[in-house]
């Protein structure tokens, strides 16, 4: 296992996660757990790999210097997925100062026995210099991801290394954007900003505008996860000052399940009007996640660039269907309809008894910040011809607003 020399003195020294498939209700073709060895007359080991990876981060730290050489453990964020390795390196290298954030400190001590640890708390603004033009500027990212999360910048090199910020999962052979694509590199940093960041989207622009007050000038962005970006810093950057906003295009995307076929049927409905119009659609029936692309993970993609949202339903004991249930609860915690550009929808679906599922989902929808634009439309039973011309003249006239925003 070797390190990757992403500059002259900086090397990819993480780990590749192929098998992983699930990280908390994110489904992932895999994922890498980045670490960076800074080198300069003292040497910086940049954050660490999820537990059980020990060996890959030290055989490829093995591959360019003694492990019990490195100097500093900076680490930017205590979630295990970039700390995992800490406790063994703590004591490979007793005495080594574990530069930090105050939360971090408090976060560590709840992960793990740091009674050891040489903690060297930071803020923003603070410096580490490792000689030889090698010096690390820290910078506080509250909540990005987590209260403990902090950037650490590489001033020589304009390097970047924002932890979970601009990363994608991903498991690859490449390390570089212009190695993986920019089309496909944006598409799983979409997927990953889409389930990860939408919530923190307020703090993300905020850090972006700070980060320019300070002058750290990004010529490389080195996330924790995925490939690096080399060639595309400034489109990933942009693409991520967008999706804060939640800038959104003529697009609209239906998510529902169907018991017996009827809310299907008006889901089809619905999207063959919305076409009649030439808007874009995408049609994303649940089934538990278990077809492929279904799952929860895979659809926010397509509602963060989406102007209008349509969720279905059917009722079932007086609710709705545990799987559109499972789904809202997702986005409700998500809340895209709360970024700037804001989305309109409404809910459908169909009844056998009472009916009443919709109120609870277009309540649900409203939670997630969608504008909920009228009362929605459930039908009895099965939707006859008449219904289901009301679903495709519904979807032309949502088709319409879309294309007025
Ligand atoms: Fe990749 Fe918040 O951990």
Redesign the pocket.
């Known amino acids: 296992m070797k390190a990757i020399e992403i500059t002259k003195g900086v090397y990819w020294v993480g780990a590749i996660d192929w098998n992983i498939r699930d ?1 908390h209700g994110y489904t992932l073709p895999g ?1 890498t ?1 980045n670490a960076y060895l800074v080198v300069g007359d003292k040497i910086a080991l940049i954050d660490s790999a999820y537990p059980g990876f020990d060996n890959q981060i030290l055989e490829r730290i093995r591959s360019v210097v003694d492990p019990k050489k490195i100097d500093y453990l900076i680490a930017n ?6 700390s995992g390795t800490l406790p063994a390196l703590t004591k490979l290298l007793p005495g080594a100062p574990v530069y930090c954030t105050a939360n971090a400190r408090q976060g560590f001590s709840k992960h793990y026995d740091t009674t050891d640890w040489n903690f060297r708390i930071v803020k923003s603004g603070d410096t580490l210099s490792l000689g030889r033009d090698r010096t690390l500027t820290f910078l506080e990212a509250p909540l990005l ?2 209260p403990d ?1 902090m950037f650490t910048y590489l001033v020589e090199e304009k390097i970047l290394f924002p ?2 910020a601009f ?1 994608q999962h991903i498991a690859s052979s490449q390390r570089f954007d212009d190695q993986l694509g920019k089309e496909e590199t944006l598409r799983h940093a979409q997927k990953f900003f889409a389930n ?1 960041i939408i919530p923190l989207a307020p703090r993300v622009l905020k850090k972006l505008e700070e980060a320019g007050r300070l002058g750290i000038d990004i010529k490389m962005i080195a996330p ?2 995925g490939v690096i970006w080399r060639s595309y810093a400034a489109d990933i950057v942009n693409a991520y000052v967008n999706w804060c906003k939640g800038v959104s295009k003529d697009k609209v995307t239906i998510v529902y399940d169907s018991m017996h076929g009827s809310t299907d049927a008006m889901a089809k409905a619905f999207a063959e009007g919305i076409m009649d119009e030439g808007v874009e659609v995408k049609v994303y029936v649940l089934k538990d996640g278990k077809a492929e692309g279904t799952h929860r993970s895979n659809i926010v993609p397509d509602i963060l660039d989406s102007r209008a949202v349509l969720i279905g339903s059917p009722t079932l004991q007086n609710q709705m269907y545990p799987t559109v249930a499972d789904f809202l609860s997702y986005l409700k915690g998500l809340e895209p309809g709360k970024l700037a550009q804001k989305k309109i929808g409404f809910a459908f679906g169909s009844h056998g008894g009472k009916g009443g599922a919709i109120k609870l989902v277009a309540a649900d929808m409203r939670a997630a910040g969608i504008d909920v634009i009228n009362e929605g439309f459930e039908v009895y039973y099965r939707p006859d011809e008449k219904e289901l011309q009301r679903c495709a003249e519904m979807g032309r006239e949502l088709a319409r607003r879309v294309k007025s925003l």
């Not at 964020?77 to 970039?82: A, F, G, L, Q, S």
Request: net charge negative.
């Open positions: 990280y994922t757990y964020h205590v979630e295990k997925d970039h991801h987590w999360s932890n979970d990363g990860l924790s996860h």
